[in-house]
């Protein structure tokens, strides 16, 4: 019986966040503006480029070179591999930028309630600080995973149907499924509920935004390390940093709870 | 019902609540009055469960606020905040929907329908909360802070800003809650609705400067002054009263003097008018208004 009323009061909150979403869509257009940049990008420099200057991926030394850490490709031709190389390197920048997006979500989530005065009578029913920081971490995460999803599927579709013959198989690989099903979600589970914790510790909407974007410095540095070729990460890398985050997300998660003071939000916010 | 006990909030070295102690029987409204930052909307939440006390104890219905018993007692309890926190994107139906599953009710639509039916809410039932008017927006935290039929009600303010018809409608709901054996604690400015809403009155400031029913609060500043109207000669019958207060003046159009004991005094004073030939219009005791007891009972806490 606890369980069950447990589940429908987070049901219950997690359907009001995204139904007020639905009503607010503007404030999915930076999510969505992020990943039709991201969608753009990989396909304007693997393709698009090469196609208009006329030169060849496979005639770059470098990145031939570079392009080599992918490994166990040998059909593939250099111009192939290479663009194997950027899609699989773009496919970590594509399904992480989204999450820069909802940041604004999230980091609005419990501020925007105290400050539109629909935290306190919220917090006079029986919700637990467990429930309602779930509801609002899944109101945050559920959107920007359709919209991260929607976009995986353009993305798979573009190589399909643009890049070099052989690509699209490569691709197909358990890397990639690590980083759609592990990688992505794990990684916007983290930011989004450390979102929530500086969400419920600041005072108003501007600050908690400002902090948001303190979130999105180790996302940008990883960015760098994939444009610079400097990081690559096998399937197996990529496992283990997939259960490092769902494991650092649990802390959140339990230290989220921990520092949501209830009298505090109540008393000392204006 | 409700049973606050020594309750105490420091803010810091500041009690905005000191030693306060009432109860709220079923059956029964009990109106908190208080100046700004007398400690109402904290002594509200203290007993809604949102903030602990700093020292004291709270009982609802018998069993004790505590941490662990908390979230079962705020199921419990029908708390109506000071502002009505609406969503404002949500319609008033998916306001009181999401409300509805939070409490777990077992029938959520049908008892949203009886909620809007009781508030007259059937014609903004489809609009978004943002598109209310003030009233409405209060009819409609009333409405979610009754959905779940708590046993216990309190209300932060519930007339603020409402039309006389609006206030109306609310204190009638208030007295059928009354009837139904609600304990209710409203916390008001509104000396005139408290008067005639509550069964007893507590006027707090940090700490409780009186409870009692609002006549026996007025009584307490009875002035002693006994007021008659007469018919005919009022010099007469100035003549006449002065047997039992030498002092006794005409004010106006009526006689005014000062006894000790006015329920022992007035059959006789009454007896002489009447045999001296005056016909009475009006006997009362000079009562002061309920705003004076509570200005004075203010005003002393501040001196003190």
């Given amino acids: ?245 769902v494991g650092v997300w649990i802390l959140l998660a339990l230290f989220s709870v921990a520092v949501f003071e209830r009298e505090s939000i109540l008393i000392r916010w204006r | 019902m409700i049973s606050a006990q020594r309750l105490t909030r420091r803010f810091g070295a500041r009690a905005v609540v000191d030693d306060v102690s009432f109860e709220v029987s079923r059956s029964e409204i009990v109106a908190l009055l208080g100046p700004n930052g007398a400690g109402k909307t904290t002594t509200m939440r203290m007993l809604a469960g949102l903030i602990a006390p700093t020292s004291g104890a709270i009982a609802i219905d018998g069993v004790a606020l505590t941490r662990a018993t908390g979230a079962a007692l705020r199921a419990r309890i029908g708390f109506l905040t000071e502002s009505p926190g609406l969503w404002d994107r949500l319609t008033v139906r998916e306001n009181l929907g999401v409300y509805a599953a939070l409490y777990g009710l077992a029938q959520p639509e049908r008892a949203i329908d009886r909620a809007i039916e ?20 209060q009819k409609v935290a009333l409405a979610r802070a009754l959905l779940h039929e708590p046993q216990v009600l309190l209300l932060d303010e519930p007339t603020s800003g409402l039309d006389p018809e609006i206030t109306r409608g609310v204190r009638h709901f208030l007295d059928g809650r009354r009837a139904a054996g609600c304990a209710v604690l409203v916390a008001t400015h509104n000396l005139d609705e408290a008067e005639r809403l509550a069964d007893r009155v507590a006027v707090l400031h940090e700490r409780l400067l009186a409870i009692d029913r609002p006549a026996a609060l007025r009584q307490r500043l009875t002035t002693g002054r006994l007021i008659i109207r007469v018919t005919g000669d009022l010099s007469r019958s100035l003549g006449t009263v002065r047997q039992f207060d030498a002092a006794a003046a005409i004010e106006g159009t009526a006689l005014v003097l000062r006894v000790a004991d006015a329920g022992r005094q007035t059959p006789a004073i009454v007896a002489a008018l009447v045999a001296a030939g005056a016909g009475i219009v009006e006997v009362r005791p000079e009562m002061p208004a309920l705003e004076d007891v509570y200005l004075r009972l203010v005003g002393d806490s501040n001196r003190a």
């Fill in chain 1, 1 to 245: 019986m606890g369980r069950e009323m447990m589940f429908m009061r987070i049901r219950a909150l997690l359907a009001k966040e995204l139904l007020d979403l639905s009503r607010n869509r503007i404030a999915l257009v930076p999510v969505g503006i992020i990943t039709i940049l991201s969608l753009l990008l990989p396909f304007g420099i693997a393709v698009a480029i090469p196609f208009l200057t006329g030169q060849e991926l496979g005639g770059d030394a470098d990145l031939v070179r570079v392009s080599a850490v992918v490994g166990g490709q040998e059909h593939l031709s250099p111009s192939a591999r290479v663009q194997l190389f950027l899609f699989q390197q773009f496919l970590m920048l594509f399904l992480m930028t989204p999450i820069t997006g909802a940041m604004a979500l999230a980091a609005h989530a419990v501020v925007g309630e105290k400050q539109a005065r629909t935290l306190e009578p919220l917090l006079a029913t029986p919700v637990t600080t467990g429930e309602l920081l779930v509801a609002k971490v899944l109101g945050a995460l559920l959107p920007t995973l359709a919209i991260s999803l929607a976009g995986l599927g353009l993305y798979l579709i573009g190589i399909v149907a643009m890049a070099a013959p052989g690509v699209a198989a490569a691709m197909l690989s358990r890397r990639t499924l690590l980083l759609a099903a592990l990688i992505g979600p794990a990684s916007a589970l983290v930011s989004l509920q450390a979102a929530i914790i500086i969400s419920s510790r600041v005072h108003d909407a501007r600050t908690a935004q400002q902090f948001g974007v303190l979130i999105i410095i180790p996302l940008a540095a990883v960015l760098v390390a994939q444009f610079t070729g400097s990081l690559w990460l096998s399937a197996t890398a990529l496992a283990m940093v997939g259960l490092g985050l």
């Fill in chain 2, 118 to 137: 009781v508030f007259q809410l059937s014609s903004h039932a489809p609009a978004r909360a943002a598109e209310l008017s003030k009233g409405t927006r």
